[in-house]
C-alpha cells in the first residue's frame, strides 16, 4: 500500500508511531488548501499572515500528534489547532510595531537621524536584560495579551508576583540606555 492510498487514520497512525516524513507531509497535504481557505477567510490576513499560521499549525499538529487518540476526526483536531492559532495572531497583533510604539517612543523633532535609528534598537535585546520570569510575564502581557489572574494561573504563581515582576520588566525598560 502506497501512503497515497492510505487513510487519514492510517497515515495519522504512521506518524504517530515512526514519525515519517513523508507519511507527514502526506497527510497534511490533503488538508493544506482546507486550511489554507479557512484561515484566510477567518483571519482576512495577508498571505504571509495565512502561512505562518499554517505553518505553525503543522508544527503543533506534528508535535503533538502522538497524544491524538482517534477519537474524533484528524480534521477536527487540525482546525482546532489552526484556531487557536488564529486566535493567538490576533491577539498579538505586531509586538514589535506595539513594542517600540510603547516603550521606544521618542519626540522626533528632539532626536537626530541617527539617535533616533538607535533609539529604535531590537527589541529582543532589551527583553533579554529581564530575568526570565520578567521576560515570560512581560511578554505574556504585552505580546500575548494576557491578563495578570491569566498570567498568574498560566505560571502558577500569585497574582502579587505577576504585578511585581511587570513592574519591574517596565521600570527595567524605561530605564534602558537607548
Known sequence: ???????????????QVSADTAAFNELFGRFDSKLRAFLAFKSAGQRQ????????TYVKAF???????????????LL???????????????????????????????????DNTAAHIDAESLIAQLSTIQQQVFV????????????????QIPLGSVKTYMMQARNMLNRSDI
Open 140 to 155: 505574556y502581557t504585552e505580546f500575548y495579551g494576557y491578563s495578570q489572574s491569566e498570567i498568574a494561573d498560566k505560571l
Open 49 to 56: 499572515d495565512v502561512d505562518d499560521m499554517v505553518q505553525e
Open 1 to 15: 500500500m502506497s501512503l497515497k492510498q492510505a487513510s487519514v487514520e492510517q497515515l495519522v497512525a504512521i506518524v
Open 80 to 114: 482546532r489547532i489552526a484556531i487557536n492559532e488564529m486566535l493567538q495572531a490576533k491577539r498579538s497583533g505586531n509586538f514589535f510595531a506595539r513594542f517600540k510604539e510603547r516603550w521606544l517612543a521618542t519626540e522626533p523633532d528632539s532626536l537626530s537621524h541617527r
Open 63 to 77: 508535535l503533538n500528534i502522538r497524544q491524538f487518540q482517534q477519537q474524533s476526526q484528524f480534521a477536527t483536531r
